[in-house]
T-cell receptor, first 114, second 112 residues
């Protein structure tokens, strides 16, 4: 298994509070991604990073920000959590951005916003 | 723009029966196609990928998929289902400079 650790694995928070999810990798891969998974929607890309301090938006980036200060860590922040952000969040990594570079996923963080 | 459609959000088969999970894609340029599997409370794992070298692609755990350009399909099959195959399966497409796009998933149930 690819060395990807997501923390926390579970979190319950209140509406309006900031939340930060962490993804840590030991593979030294350049690309890192944050997805959310919701029933009936599959996986949707929130943000991704193609190097330290290099990030870009995905299809559902509103209400989220990211930071990557080190190769191994990619943080996802919900600036002011809303109930619509209740979801399972997955971090993924890939060695390169080329088409044939597969994604390797962490085990997810289940976030509940009450 | 690229997209992928998985036909059937739930598929149920008997142990030992053929598994067929359907995936159709839309892309204006030659696509790159993937199947991922997700077991309960885990992340996604790559099952197989289409590299354009061969239209029939073999993956892990006895799964294979066939790329059919004329039908814009990339269906996943396994000749004989095992109980351990029960999981959710995702088809994904990437073309040109676009990012990987996932289908909504098909949950496979295997009945004893």
């Amino acid at each position: 298994d690819a060395g990807i650790t997501q923390s926390p694995r579970h979190k319950v928070t209140e509406t309006g509070t900031p939340v930060t999810l962490r993804c840590h990798q030991t593979e030294n891969h350049r690309y890192m991604y944050w997805y959310r998974q919701d029933p009936g929607h599959g996986l949707r890309l929130i943000h991704y990073s193609y190097g330290v301090k290099d990030t870009d938006k995905g299809e559902v980036s509103d209400g989220y920000s990211v930071s990557r200060s080190k190769t191994e860590d990619f943080l996802l922040t919900l600036e002011s959590a809303t109930s619509s952000q209740t979801s399972v969040y997955f971090c993924a990594i890939s060695e390169s951005g080329t088409w044939n570079s597969p994604l390797h996923f962490g085990n997810g963080t289940r976030l509940t916003v009450t | 723009a690229q997209s992928v459609t998985q036909l059937g959000s739930h598929v149920s088969v008997s142990e030992g029966a053929l598994v067929l999970l359907r995936c159709n894609y839309s892309s204006s340029v030659p696509p790159y196609l993937f199947w991922y599997v997700q077991y309960p409370n885990q992340g996604l794992q790559l099952l197989l990928k289409y590299t354009s070298a061969a239209t029939l692609v073999k993956g892990i755990n006895g799964f294979e998929a066939e790329f059919k350009k004329s039908e814009t399909s990339f269906h996943l099959t396994k000749p004989s289902a095992h109980m351990s195959d029960a999981a959710e399966y995702f088809c994904a497409v990437r073309s040109g400079s676009e990012k990987l796009v996932f289908g909504k998933g098909t949950k496979l149930t295997v009945n004893p």
